[in-house]
């Protein structure tokens, strides 16, 4: 090694999904939504006036923040906006997780929890799933520096009913918890009915899942506005033109077009349960997903082959690998025409295996 080296921050990075290239792909392994971002926000794209893209964004995002307080009804100093819900969780650990006591998230769930971590050298504790893959929320109650866990979890899509998660909330009022909601338009009830009762809860959403938008990066915090400032603080102490201009207008746009929201989502819950079925019938196993996604195990073909025989057919899905991942593929809902396609070949490839 060599002396500069030394003085180097070595970290595990976060590895992304792939983005593969090409027009006929199916591309089920990142989460995407698969259907176009709403028409009020194409529009305004289309409308945007390109002599603004010169000048700096508002570093507020003041009319974003404001659709979003209106939207779920907030105040306007009790949202954060941030370049996609990873900037917002970065930002939330450098800002919340200062404590010599370990920061708590669970073994399974989003790999980016412990990159950041690491990153910004915060101590981490890993209460285990259980077998079903549920988070115990007993397991919660010990004395530690902040609380992360997502709701739906990823990767497997099991949504915690609220009362549960309240429970670690009550359980850890000393501490900030943040509850990360990537995927909970396809879930049940939000945590951020609970900001009102609970003011040590951040609660984390983002775009890029059921707005449509995840080539935008827009994610947002909601929470009591001591947690908001806190985080503003940080931001402008890092980067104050966090948010470019199309993505603060389009946001915008996506907020008010509430009709095309509802409609979307309907359509993906409503395929996602189609495809329950249909992989059942082809004999998978998989826990009861709330999300855009099914974390799905064949019996009888392991994962890994199957993963790299749907690439051949350019069908793309999410594998992990690891203890206690490597025998599921990841499968992101697509259209339902996406889905057929995607089920013709499972049929065709698992007749070899019967």
């Known amino acids: 090694m060599r002396p500069w080296e030394a003085n180097i921050r070595q970290v595990v990075p976060y590895v992304p999904g792939d983005q593969p290239g090409g027009d006929r792909l199916i591309k089920l392994n990142t989460n995407e939504n698969p259907y176009p971002p709403s028409p009020g926000a194409i529009k305004a794209l289309r409308e945007l006036e390109t002599d603004r893209l010169r000048k700096y964004p508002d570093p507020a995002a003041s009319v974003l923040v404001e659709a979003l307080a209106g939207y779920y009804g907030v105040e306007a100093d009790q949202v954060f906006v941030g370049v996609g819900s990873d900037d917002v969780i970065a930002m939330s650990f450098l800002t919340f997780f200062n404590s010599d006591k370990p920061v708590m998230f669970p073994d399974i769930t989003y790999s980016f929890y412990k990159v950041w971590a690491d990153l910004y050298r915060i101590p981490y504790e890993t209460p285990a799933l259980d077998g079903d893959f549920n988070i115990i929320p007993e397991d919660y109650e010990k004395e530690n520096g902040g609380v992360i866990f997502p709701n739906p979890n990823a990767p497997t899509g099991i949504y915690m009913p609220l009362e549960q998660v309240e429970g670690i909330i009550k359980a850890n009022q000393d501490v900030v918890v943040i509850v990360d909601e990537a995927y ?22 983002t775009f890029s899942k059921s707005r449509s938008m995840a080539g935008m990066r827009i994610g947002f915090a909601i929470g009591n506005r001591r947690l908001i400032k806190a985080l503003n603080d940080v931001k402008y102490s890092y980067n104050s033109y966090t948010m470019n201009l199309p993505s603060i207008v389009m946001g915008t746009e996506s907020v008010r077009d509430k009709a095309y929201f509802k409609e979307t989502t309907d359509k993906i819950i409503a395929t996602r349960e189609r495809a329950k079925k249909r992989l059942s019938g082809l004999g998978f196993t998989y826990p009861d997903s709330r ?27 999410r594998y992990f690998g690891g203890e206690r991942l490597c025998d599921s593929l990841r499968i992101s809902i697509g259209s339902d025409e996406e889905m057929e396609e995607l089920f013709a070949f499972l049929e065709r490839y698992l007749k070899d295996f019967s």
Do not use: M
């Open 184 to 205: 909970i338009d396809f879930a049940g009830r939000s945590a951020l009915e609970l900001i009102g009762r609970y003011e040590n809860l951040l609660v984390v959403q």
């Open 291 to 317: 999300a855009n996604f099914i974390f799905a195990s064949h019996p009888r073909v392991p994962a890994y082959k199957l993963f790299e025989a749907l690439k051949q057919e350019q069908i793309y899905v």
